[in-house]
C-alpha cells in the first residue's frame, strides 16, 4: 500500500497547486474587478477544498504506514536531530494540517458571506496564504533541505 499511496501523494500535490493557483485567479479578479460570483466560482471553491481534503486523507494514511514516519515515533530522540526524519515526521505533516484548517475555514467563511465581493476577498487572503504554506512545506526536487522527485512513478 505504501508504494501506491506514496507516488498517489507526490501526484495530487500538483493537483492541489493547480487548483488553488486557479481558485487564487478567479478570487483577486472577481475582488479587484467587482465581478458577480457565479455558479463557476462556486464549484471551483468547492473543487478546491476537495482536492486538498483528499491530499489530507492520503497524507494521514501515509504518516501511519511511512517506515520514516514510524522510525521518527520510535527513535524520537535520534529522529529529530536527523533533519529528513523530522520534517516528515513532525514539520511537513504541521504545516500542511495548518495549511488545510485554513483552505477549510476560508472557504466555509466564503460561503457564508452575503456580498460577491466578500465572498472573492475571503477565498483570495485565505487561500493565498495556504498556498504559500503549502509551497514551503513541499520536498520540493530542487530543495536542499529535503528533495523528493517531482514526478514519483507508479
Ligand atoms: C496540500 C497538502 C500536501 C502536499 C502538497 C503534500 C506533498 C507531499 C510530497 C510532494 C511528498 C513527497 C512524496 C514523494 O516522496 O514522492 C510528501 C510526502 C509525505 N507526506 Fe505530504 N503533502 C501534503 C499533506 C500531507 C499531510 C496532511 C500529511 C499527514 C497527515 C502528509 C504526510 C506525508 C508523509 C508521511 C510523507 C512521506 C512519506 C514517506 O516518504 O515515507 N502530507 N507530501
Excluded at 501511519?64 to 515526521?89: A, Q, T
Excluded at 485554513?102 to 466578500?118: F, Q, W
Aim: without cysteine.
Amino acid at each position: 500500500m505504501y508504494l501506491i499511496l506514496l507516488p498517489l501523494h507526490s501526484l495530487v500535490r500538483w493537483l492541489v497547486l493547480l487548483s488553488l493557483v486557479f481558485a487564487i485567479y478567479r478570487a483577486y479578479r472577481g475582488w479587484l474587478g467587482k465581478k458577480a460570483y457565479t455558479e463557476f466560482d462556486e464549484r471551483t471553491r468547492m473543487i478546491t477544498a476537495t482536492i486538498a481534503h483528499i491530499q489530507l486523507v492520503i497524507g494521514l494514511w501515509l504518516y501511519v504506514i511511512s517506515p520514516i514516519v514510524s522510525y521518527f515515533l520510535h527513535n524520537f530522540k535520534e529522529g529529530v536531530h536527523e533533519r529528513v526524519i523530522r520534517f516528515f515526521g513532525m514539520e511537513h505533516i504541521t504545516m500542511m494540517l495548518i495549511a488545510i484548517t485554513l483552505i477549510t475555514i476560508g472557504s466555509a467563511k466564503a460561503k457564508r458571506k452575503t456580498t460577491d465581493t466578500e465572498r472573492f476577498k475571503i477565498m483570495a487572503i485565505w487561500f493565498t496564504i495556504s498556498l504559500l504554506i503549502i509551497f514551503f512545506s513541499i520536498p520540493w526536487s530542487f530543495s536542499p533541505l529535503t528533495s523528493r522527485p517531482l514526478f514519483r512513478p507508479f
